[in-house]
């Protein structure tokens, strides 16, 4: 640390995001929740066409096409989107803007949300979830900080049905609930129509996971125009330019093919359940995951074992070594093939317990 640092940043304690390989190799990556899918054939087009040479111009600071896109996908008036540098950068503002008393979120959710009120001065609560994981709206009654839930979760990868995200909305109205939508795509189901009936709730997704642009970088928001144009004054004044040219026409493009969309999402979920149905016949606890992730605890094995285990066979998951889910591990949904491999390792890992 240099004697120059702010005496507040001083104790930041930064996110440890998932560990992300120079070397791939033949090691199958189901650590960070990517797609195993390439971008929609336009996304690729667009990289291949030539666009490239107007990257001697600054991008558009509007992003007029980009959210006229994701607008007409949600039936949503393109001022009602608000688009950012991922949506790590949209839940950035969140905290930065809109947590005058404070920020709640559950014990167990998206690691990056302690990390953004350290960074961002804000008051945290922490709700903790039930025992079996999952949110009780009725533990954020009496709560006035502004609400952040990942819907679905993660890493648990359960749901709240949106009964119970317009329930946060109508408990309190002078509370902003904010839900990130990263997952939904999976087989959640999205609260972007009831932005319209509530104007304390904010959708926040991503291009990362459903549409193949987790390098692309580029994540939006859905809500009242008062909150988008707020979003806006702090892009503004923070960094206008912050979504490159390429990323504007690859989301553009991502959004507008919608069967590609809907095959690939589709893959996922099959993926997914024939994966879950194995390690539940080999003896693993799974949670029911609506997200392109599973959250599942060995038999007779630790968490780290296990996420050290596959490791050693080349198989990269994500282990998390905290209170609560240190016997879990989260495997990101793949191809049926790595879904294949991971099952056959996970087998000979237990017999070799
Ligand atoms: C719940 C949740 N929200 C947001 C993000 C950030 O996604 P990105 O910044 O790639 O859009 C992630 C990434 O893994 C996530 O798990």
């Known amino acids: 640390m240099s004697r120059f640092l702010d005496q507040k940043l001083q104790t930041l304690e930064p996110y440890t995001p998932g560990e992300q390989p120079r070397d791939m190799g033949k090691l199958i990556k189901l650590n960070t929740n990517e797609s195993p899918f390439p971008p929609a054939p336009g996304v ?38 608000f688009a950012g540098n991922g949506s790590d950068d949209v839940l950035a503002f969140c905290f930065h803007g809109f947590c005058p008393n404070g920020a709640a979120f559950a014990d ?20 903790p979830l039930r025992a079996d994981f999952s949110i009780d709206p009725q533990d954020y009654a009496g709560i006035k900080s502004t609400v952040f ?3 679905p979760n993660a890493p ?20 902003l609930v904010i839900v990130d939508e990263a997952y939904v795509d999976f087989g959640g189901e999205t609260v972007v129509g009831l932005t319209e009936k509530y104007d304390n709730l904010l959708v926040v997704q991503t291009f990362s996971k459903s549409r193949q642009l987790a390098g692309g970088r580029l994540g939006f928001a859905i809500g009242a ?6 979003l806006n004054a702090m892009k503004f004044a923070f960094n206008p330019y912050s979504i490159n040219r390429l990323t ?29 149905e194995k390690l539940i016949q080999m003896g ?40 609560r889910i240190r016997d879990y591990v989260r495997i990101t949904v793949g191809t049926r093939e790595q879904m294949e491999t991971l099952i056959e390792e996970t087998a000979q890992i237990l017999r070799q317990r």
């Open 44 to 81: 690729l087009d667009i990289l291949t066409r030539g666009q490239s040479a107007d990257l001697r111009l600054y991008p558009d600071m509007n992003c007029t096409a980009l959210r006229a896109a994701i607008g007409a996908f949600y039936g949503v008036e393109p001022q009602r989107v």
């Open 156 to 175: 648990t990868g359960l749901c709240l049905v949106p009964g119970q995200i317009e329930a946060l909305c109508r408990q309190n109205p002078d509370r």
């Open 108 to 127: 167990i959710t998206y690691g990056f949300y302690p990390v953004f009120a350290q960074m961002f001065g804000v008051q945290e609560t922490i709700v």
């Open 225 to 230: 125009k008062a909150l988008i144009d707020d």
């Open 248 to 276: 504007l026409l690859a989301g553009q493009a991502a959004m507008e093919d919608r069967a590609y969309f809907d095959k690939t999402r589709g893959q996922i979920c099959e993926n997914r359940a024939f994966a879950r």
């Open 149 to 151: 839930i990942a819907n």
């Open 284 to 323: 693993f606890s799974v949670t029911d995951s609506r997200a392109n992730f599973l959250f599942a605890r060995a038999p007779g094995l630790s968490g780290g074992a296990y996420y050290k285990a596959l490791r050693d066979r080349g198989i990269l998951v994500r282990w998390f070594d905290r209170d």
